[in-house]
């Protein structure tokens, strides 16, 4: 989905699908991109990460690719889960920000049974 | 064990009262940091201390004001708090400033002023 106004970009999927959630950055001096898990009442938890002299990373049920040149990250999640339904934030940091991360707008993911 | 508490969860308070928030970490981290979490869902850093020492302001009113007694520890005292000062108040800690990497977060103390 699109965001709107000032509302989160929202996802909805069916449980079993494949999800994936987009982010776009600014900073091209980023050198360290990472993938947060937000659910409702508690703290990013995160998922995984990936430095810039890499496109692509995986995880379990979780694949992040980054395209430096169009400065794009993006989230894949294989066969989701409604364990999965949650905010999905992106972060950067690199350059002359070594240890702060900023956040991008974040995106509710849904996943219906 | 929770690796980055906080305390409290939830605080409620009245427009110019001073309140503190408290964080603990127990993963022998250098590095802690506040964030800040408006209605939104916007994160967005305030402050970051390694080893007790201030690294980052982020432009961040004087009422607000961190205190490090030890790496372990970074607490947030707010001074004559008012309506805008609500949001979700994140803790977080990593290991150390020289490399980038992930943020370890608390699971936030949710501030409210009426």
């Known amino acids: 989905g699109e965001s709107v106004g000032l509302h989160l970009p929202t996802l909805s999927v069916q449980e079993g699908d494949n999800s994936i959630i987009n982010c776009a950055y600014s900073?091209?001096?980023?050198?360290?991109f990472i993938w947060y898990k937000q659910e409702s009442g508690k703290g990013p938890q995160f998922i995984i990460d990936i430095r810039s002299n890499m496109d692509k990373r995986q995880g379990q049920r979780v694949t992040v690719l980054l395209n430096k040149t169009v400065k794009h990250l993006s989230l894949q999640i294989a066969a989701t889960q409604p364990g999965d339904s949650a905010v999905y934030f992106c972060a950067e940091s690199g350059g002359t920000s070594y240890g702060k991360l900023t956040f991008g707008q974040g995106t509710i993911l849904t996943v219906h049974p | 064990d929770t690796a980055v508490s906080q305390t409290p969860k939830y605080l409620v308070t009245q427009m110019g009262n001073d309140k503190s928030i408290k964080c603990e970490q127990n993963l022998g981290h250098d590095t802690m940091y506040w964030y800040k979490q408006d209605s939104k869902k916007f994160l967005k850093i305030m402050f970051s201390y390694n080893n007790k020492e201030l690294i980052i302001n982020e432009t961040v009113p004087n009422r607000f004001s961190p205190k490090s007694p030890d790496k372990a520890h970074l607490n947030l005292h707010i001074n004559s708090l008012e309506l805008g000062d609500s949001a979700v108040y994140f803790c977080?800690?990593?290991?150390?400033?020289?490399?980038?990497?992930?943020?370890?977060f608390g699971s936030g103390t949710q501030l409210s002023v009426l």
């Open positions: 977080a800690s990593s290991p150390s400033l020289v490399t980038n990497e992930k943020l370890f």
């Open positions: 900073n091209s001096a980023s050198d360290y």
